[in-house]
Every structure is written in structure tokens, then in C-alpha cells.
């Protein structure tokens, strides 16, 4: 019943600003993550099937960490150190909009939008 109860909780909130990106995803991380821009050397927003990712939830696929709840679109943060961070969204256009306005300059969007 508790594991019911645990899928029905999950929830992932994405805040973009100037500085980085916030994630939390619920009820794996009790506090929002930060992610600072300047530890990133790509960001791409592309549609990718989730099933290539091993389907929703929390997954762990080599050197990539990926966060889904839903949907086809993931926002695929790549560290300077090559590592990937993969970010489920339902709501691609907004995180579109939300990325060009906060994005720094010399960090361009590789978008399927």
C-alpha cells in the first residue's frame, strides 16, 4: 500500500532562472537541487521516447542520470565533465520560453521547439 502511495506522490518541479536551474524531484529529494549554469556545457530540449531511458521514474543509465514522470520531452543538461543530467517535462514550450529569457549568454538551447 505504501508503494501505491509513493507513485501517487511523485511529482517533479522544474524552476528556471538566471543563475541555474532547481529541481525536486518528490519524494526522492526532500529539498530542491541546484544546478549552476556554469557547470554545464550543453543544453538541449529534445523529444526522446522513454522507453530508450528505461521508462519514468528515476533512472540510471551510464553516465546519465534521468528524472520522468511523463511525457516524450526531457531537457538534457551536459556537465563539463561529461555526465548528463535528463529532466522529464510536460510542458516543453513553457521550459522553452523559461530557458531563453534565463540562459546566460554563451549558453545557446538546442531545441526540438
Given at each position: 500500500m505504501a508503494?501505491?502511495?509513493m507513485f501517487l506522490?511523485?511529482?517533479?518541479?522544474?524552476?528556471?532562472?538566471?543563475?541555474g536551474i532547481l529541481i525536486q524531484y518528490?519524494?526522492?529529494h526532500m529539498k530542491p537541487r541546484f544546478i549552476d549554469w556554469k557547470?554545464?556545457?550543453?543544453i538541449e530540449l529534445k523529444r526522446i521516447s522513454p522507453w530508450k531511458l528505461?521508462?519514468?521514474?528515476?533512472?540510471?543509465?551510464?553516465?546519465?542520470?534521468?528524472?520522468s514522470?511523463?511525457?516524450n520531452t526531457y531537457l538534457k543538461l551536459t556537465y563539463s565533465r561529461g555526465?548528463?543530467?535528463?529532466?522529464?517535462?510536460?510542458?516543453?514550450?513553457?521550459?522553452?520560453?523559461?530557458?531563453?529569457k534565463?540562459?546566460?549568454p554563451g549558453k545557446p538551447l538546442d531545441s526540438d521547439y
Open positions: 508503494l501505491i502511495g506522490y511523485l511529482r517533479l518541479d522544474t524552476d528556471v532562472n538566471g543563475t518528490r519524494p526522492f557547470d554545464v556545457k550543453s528505461g521508462g519514468w521514474g528515476l533512472r540510471f543509465s551510464g553516465t546519465s542520470i534521468v528524472y514522470v511523463g511525457g555526465r548528463a543530467l535528463l529532466i522529464g517535462t510536460q510542458r516543453p514550450k513553457e521550459l522553452q520560453e523559461a530557458l531563453k534565463c540562459l546566460p
